[in-house]
Structures are given as C-alpha cells and as structure tokens.
C-alpha cells in the first residue's frame, strides 16, 4: 500500500521558512536549513578552545596537579587553624574579671579538685607539681596572665600537662581565679618552695 500522495506526507513549507529551504531532493524529501543559534555555537566553539588551553596549561606545562593544589589549599588551611588557635589561646583580662570574685573561685576549687589535685594536691600546697601557695615561681610569673599561660600551655618537659584543648575557657578561668586566691597563703605541710621569689 502506497501512501506517497496522502496529504500527511507532503511537504509543508511555512511562508516564512521558504528561504530556509535547501536546494536538494531525495525523492521528494527536502531538507530545512535550521542552522543553530548563535549563542550556542559561541558556546560550542570557547569549550573547544578553553579545553585546548587547560590541556596545554595542566599537561604539556607547569601547572599544577589536584595534589599540588590540595597541598596548597590545606597548608593555607593550616595556617588560619594555628592563628585562630594562637588568637584562642591568648589571654582575655575581661574573662578573667569576671570570675576574678568569689564565686569564680569557688567553682574554680571545684575544677582544680578534677583536674589538677593527683599533681598539686589539696589546696594547691605541692606533690609531683609545684606549690602554688608560696611565692615562689617556676614557669608562671605570680600574675593571673602568666598563670594563665602555663595552665594553657602546660610546661610539659617538666611534667605540667596543657590543658587549653581538654578544659573549656570558662574552666581554665577559673581554675586561674582559684590558682590566684591561694597564692601567697602558706598552706601548712606545703611543698619546698622551687623557682624564684616573686614580691607583689
Ligand atoms: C600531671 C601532673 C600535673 C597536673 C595534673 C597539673 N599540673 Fe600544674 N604543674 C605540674 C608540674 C610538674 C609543674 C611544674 C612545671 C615546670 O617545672 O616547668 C606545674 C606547674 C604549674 C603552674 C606553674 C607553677 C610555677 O611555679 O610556675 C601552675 C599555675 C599550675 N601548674 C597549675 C595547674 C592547674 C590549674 C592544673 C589543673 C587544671 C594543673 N596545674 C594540673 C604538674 C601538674
């Protein structure tokens, strides 16, 4: 069965695509011209040219390999992390204002108990760490930033253990508010004095 002459299969040529119309014929089948839009074949044409530059760039000269470029980015990262780390550490007077009082140091006792009695001892008098109720001073310089500074960064040669990244800040604070109200108190049954005397 023969459909060549139904209406469906004729050629239907818009008024307006007529110049689009291609001059060849296949038997009787005729071919539109569409040609793709412009912005289409910029596109088309810069992925080709950008694909021939980022391959001479990466693989016939220098530039640089996914691990190069992950080195890079992670010794930045590294970087910031020290910094804000340093930034973190740093001692703040108003945080130690504020526990600089009573309270501070009662719950200051409390996070000594915890943490610091195995080497201190009750009441801070000395066993494998120094006294803390002398005046005399070893690695921190009697003032509540030095205290701060050693709690923080430990003095850790000599067996004091850093514990800027296993208390909170609320807590060294504290502790340091504690530290502070027993110094120069003489506790009984202390430990000899060690380092130098420092005279307030
Ligand atoms: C594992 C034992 C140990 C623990 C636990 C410990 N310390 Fe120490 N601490 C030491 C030793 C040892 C020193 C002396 C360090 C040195 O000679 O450099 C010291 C030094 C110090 C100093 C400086 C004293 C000086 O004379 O300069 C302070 C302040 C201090 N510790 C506070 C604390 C606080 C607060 C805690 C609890 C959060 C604590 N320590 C927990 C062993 C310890």
Known sequence: MSNSNNEDTKLHVEADEKHLLLDHNYDGIHELNHPLPSWWNFIFWAAIVYAIGYFIYFQIMSGPTLREEFKKD????????????KRNSMYKPELYA????????KKGAEVFVNNCLPCHAEGGRGDIGPNLTDEFWIVAKSTPETI??????????????????????EEIYLAVSYVSSIKNTHI?????????????
């Not at 992670?74 to 992390?81: A, C, E, G, N, V």
């Not at 009984?188 to 307030?200: H, V, Y």
């Open 74 to 85: 992670y010794s930045k990262t590294m970087l910031l992390q020290d910094e804000y780390k």
């Open 98 to 105: 504020a526990v600089a009082n009573d309270e501070g140091i």
């Open 148 to 169: 701060y500074n050693v709690v923080y960064n430990g003095s850790e040669a000599n067996g004091m253990p850093p514990w800027g990244e296993v208390l909170s800040s």
């Open 188 to 200: 009984k049954g202390g430990k000899a004095p060690q380092g130098e005397k420092i005279d307030e």
